[in-house]
């Protein structure tokens, strides 16, 4: 048993459902598009879960790195390895235990990436195209297998995808029992969002027929960089929950120059000064931060219960 926060702060008692490592909610957070916030809603989202009892593993899965660099992990100067190597066709295969790496908040640990994350979209196909069956199992059941090695270390796996449904997406999809869409309200993200849920859609489909163990607790869209006033935003927000109804979270995250400001010497809300920032901004952001993680920590309390 843990002691968890609640969204006032309160202490509450809650232990998850654990059945094997099938407690183990991992989330996928995944755009086609750049520019919907979805690493800046990544690295909120594993620090608000570490803050908050929960023992979280945030994988960088997107070679440009930015998880990486929130948490001060530069590839250019560091010289980290990546999920790559846990990944890897070859017998250089590493186990998932030797890439993760402490950050400085407890509880929260990461894996980050760097350019070679890359080289998996080019080594699948090719390993797909085999007939010797040399590849072991196939490219969707990878993660799984890597994940095992540390499963009963973690309640929480938080992974920023790259902006593109590659093979690095897919085999994140393939393993997700969570799935968290950012989506800026504006007509052109829209579309391609939809364009994206599209070609996921038959992406899934294909490997739920292929073997791969699709087991989605859960699919949301979270509304980001939203600006309340702005009228045609409001009339594409209210379009998305006509559409989607409760798939969208009740709570949007605004758009707010103090999570701007922060990201200029590569932190997080959670990590600057109140004093820093224009406290009334501030606040206004750390609000809709709250409520935004605190609905999705809901949805993986739930997701636990139903185990």
Request: net charge neutral.
């Amino acid at each position: 048993m843990r002691r968890f926060l609640d969204k006032h702060g309160r202490g509450t008692n809650y232990v998850p459902h654990r059945k094997g490592d099938e407690h183990l909610q991992i989330l996928a957070v995944v755009n086609f598009k750049g520019g919907s916030a979805k690493t800046t809603t990544s690295a909120h989202l594993a620090q608000h879960l570490a803050l908050t009892g929960h023992r979280v593993l945030a994988i960088d899965l997107d070679p440009q790195a930015s998880l990486s660099a929130l948490h001060g992990f530069q590839p250019e100067v560091d010289q980290n390895e990546s999920l790559y190597e846990a990944l890897r066709y070859d017998d250089e295969r590493k186990p998932l235990s030797q890439l993760v790496k402490k950050t400085n908040f407890p509880n929260l640990d990461i894996i980050p990436a760097n350019l070679e994350l890359q080289e998996y979209e080019y080594d699948t196909p090719l390993a797909l195209a085999r007939k010797d069956g040399s590849m072991g199992r196939l490219f969707f059941g990878r993660l799984d297998d890597a994940l095992a090695d540390v499963a009963g270390n973690y309640d929480v796996v938080v992974i920023d995808c790259p902006p593109q449904l590659g093979y690095l997406t897919m085999t994140a999809l393939s393993s997700s029992t969570g799935v968290l869409i950012t989506v800026h309200p504006q007509m052109l993200d829209v579309m391609s969002m939809c364009q994206f849920l599209l070609m996921m859609g038959e992406v899934m489909s294909t490997l739920k027929h292929a073997g791969a163990n699709m087991r989605l607790d859960w699919l949301r869209y979270l509304v980001t960089r939203y600006e309340p006033t702005d009228g045609p935003q409001s009339q594409m927000v209210a379009f998305m929950r006509a559409i989607f109804k409760h798939h969208v979270l009740v709570n949007e995250m605004l758009k707010s120059t103090a999570i701007s400001d922060a990201g200029i010497t590569k932190q997080t809300l959670y990590e600057v000064e109140r004093s820093q920032l224009t406290r009334s901004t501030y606040d206004r952001a750390m609000e809709a931060l709250h409520r935004v993680n605190g609905e999705i920590t809901d949805l993986i309390h739930r997701a636990w219960g139903r185990r």
